[in-house]
């Protein structure tokens, strides 16, 4: 069966750290991936996502980036966190359509 | 692009069957409609999917109008268990590829 991680679960950073979170699909070949951010009591927004490896299209410019380096690992990046960048971090993928499917259980970034 | 319309929240019993509208008046043609139910800290979890007419599975309907303009998710004899944030996602055509664009989503609590 197909299983998505991501980690860490939760997060502090200083403003101006550098930030690396991981996502990994596993049961799956070329999977869809996608990067989502949810602010407290909000819906979710959509970053970043690909079709294959190399391929990031990017829908909110910001100080975040996302590579994806195998085929089932997608990591969101960023030099330098602002405070605007807390939030609940989701990694989702799907198989056939362009609809997430599956979301992992998200990274809680707190910027102090 | 699409945007979707949900009511913020809603309130229900135990035991009663609830039924969450969703607009989106700029779905695209070949689009599906997807549900998802989110708990807190946790990632959306996919609830059910249509294109038209009628669906159901073990745990919701889905009723979508010929229009496809509106799709009603149907849970019925809802549990305590099941407050939650429940969202509906269509896409919309743009630049070639689809855009998938969460609305705020619809808060259900239950009451006992």
């Known amino acids: 069966s197909q299983t998505i991680h991501q980690w860490p679960a939760t997060l502090v950073q200083p403003v101006g750290s550098p930030l690396s979170l991981e996502c990994t699909v596993e049961g799956t070949s070329n999977p869809n991936l996608y990067w989502y951010r949810q602010a407290a009591g909000r819906g979710l927004q959509l970053l970043f996502y690909s079709v294959g490896i190399g391929q990031i299209s990017s829908e909110v410019p910001q100080n975040l980036s996302a590579s994806r380096p195998q085929d089932r690992q997608f990591i969101l990046s960023s030099k330098k966190l602002l405070l605007s960048d807390s939030g609940f971090y989701l990694c989702a993928w799907s198989a056939d359509t362009d609809q997430p499917q599956h979301f992992g259980d998200g990274t809680r970034l707190s910027i102090l | 692009l699409a945007k979707t319309t949900q009511p913020i929240s809603m309130d229900s019993y135990e035991g009663q069957e609830v039924n969450i509208t969703c607009s989106h008046n700029?779905?695209?043609?070949?689009?599906?409609i997807t549900w998802y139910q989110q708990f807190p800290s946790q990632g959306p979890r996919f609830i059910i999917q249509?294109?038209?007419t009628k669906v159901t599975n073990e745990v919701a309907s889905l009723f979508i109008p010929a229009d496809r303009k509106s799709s009603t998710l149907s849970l019925p004899r809802v549990s305590l268990s099941d407050t939650a944030v429940y969202y509906c996602?269509?896409?919309?055509?743009?630049?070639?590829?689809?855009?998938?664009?969460f609305g705020t989503g619809t808060r259900l609590k239950v009451l006992a």
């Open positions: 996602l269509v896409g919309t055509e743009g630049s070639g590829t689809y855009k998938y664009i």
């Open positions: 249509g294109y038209k």
């Open positions: 700029n779905i695209a043609t070949n689009d599906y």
